[in-house]
T-cell receptor
Framework: DTEVTQTPKHLVMGMTNKKSLKCEQH?????MYWYKQKAKKPPELMFV???????INESVPSRFSPECPNSSLLNLHLHALQPEDSALYLC??????????????FGQGTRLTVV | ELKVEQNPLFLSMQEGKNYTIYCNYS?????LYWYRQDPGKSLESLFV?????AVKQEGRLMASLDTKARLSTLHITAAVHDLSATYFC???????????FGTGTSLTVIP
C-alpha cells in the first residue's frame, strides 16, 4: 500500500474562517510533508515533519499551522487566509529523513479556494 | 539558495520522435527524483537516482544522473500521446529528505 490519503479534496473558505486539512498514511513512513502548488508551477515545500517533530518550516506565514498528532497523521490548520493562498495543497510521506533513496509519495491533494 | 532548473519549460513533440528534458541543480546532492503530474492530479514517482552515473529505464522513458555536472536527463524515446503530462525533477538535500522541485516541463505529444 503506497497510498497517502488527503481530505477534503476540495475546500472553499472565507478569509475569516478556520479550517483544517488532513493527511494520513499507513506505510510506516516517518517523514511527512506539506507542499503548496499554484497552477502551472512546481510544488513548494512548506513543512517537513520527521519522527513527529517539525524539522523544516520554509518561512511559511503563521496563518498556516501544521500538526502531527502521530506518525500516521498530518494536519494543516488554516486561519485568516488570503485569496492568494488559494492553491493545491499536497501532502507527502517518505520512509524517513536521512534515509537513502526514499522517494516521497504524494496524496491527491486538497484544492483550496479562499474567497 | 537552492535552484533546480529544467529545460525546456514547454515541449511539443510529434508521436514517434525522441527528445531529452534537462534538469540542472545548484546544490551538492546524490539523489535525484523524477515525477509526472497529469492536469489537476497529484504527483507520480517515475525514477529514483541515487548515485553518480545512475541510469534507470521504464518503457519509453530513461533517466540518468551526473552528480559532478549537477545534471539529470529524462530521455523520451518514440513518444506516444499517453506521455503528455508535466514532468518534474526533484533534488534531495544531503541534510535529509527535503524534496525541492524543478521548474517543470510541460510535454504535449501530438499525433
Amino acid at each position: 500500500d503506497t497510498e497517502v490519503t488527503q481530505t477534503p479534496k476540495h475546500l472553499v473558505m472565507g478569509m475569516t474562517n478556520k479550517k483544517s486539512l488532513k493527511c494520513e498514511q499507513h506505510m510506516g513512513h516517518r517523514a511527512m510533508y506539506w507542499y503548496k502548488q499554484k497552477a502551472k508551477k512546481p510544488p513548494e515545500l512548506m513543512f517537513v515533519y520527521s519522527y513527529e517533530k517539525l524539522s523544516i518550516n520554509e518561512s511559511v506565514p503563521s496563518r498556516f499551522s501544521p500538526e502531527c498528532p502521530n506518525s500516521s497523521l498530518l494536519n494543516l490548520h488554516l486561519h485568516a487566509l488570503q485569496p492568494e493562498d488559494s492553491a493545491l495543497y499536497l501532502c507527502a510521506s517518505s520512509q524517513g529523513v536521512g534515509l537513502m533513496g526514499t522517494e516521497a509519495f504524494f496524496g491527491q491533494g486538497t484544492r483550496l479556494t479562499v474567497v | 539558495e537552492l535552484k533546480v532548473e529544467q529545460n525546456p519549460l514547454f515541449l511539443s513533440m510529434q508521436e514517434g520522435k525522441n527528445y531529452t528534458i534537462y534538469c540542472n541543480y545548484s546544490t551538492t546532492s546524490d539523489r535525484l527524483y523524477w515525477y509526472r503530474q497529469d492536469p489537476g492530479k497529484s504527483l507520480e514517482s517515475l525514477f529514483v537516482l541515487l548515485s553518480n552515473g545512475a541510469v534507470k529505464q521504464e518503457g519509453r522513458l530513461m533517466a540518468s544522473l551526473d552528480t559532478k555536472a549537477r545534471l539529470s536527463t529524462l530521455h523520451i524515446t518514440a513518444a506516444v500521446h499517453d506521455l503528455s503530462a508535466t514532468y518534474f525533477c526533484a533534488v534531495d538535500r544531503r541534510t535529509g529528505n527535503q524534496f525541492y522541485f524543478g521548474t517543470g516541463t510541460s510535454l504535449t505529444v501530438i499525433p
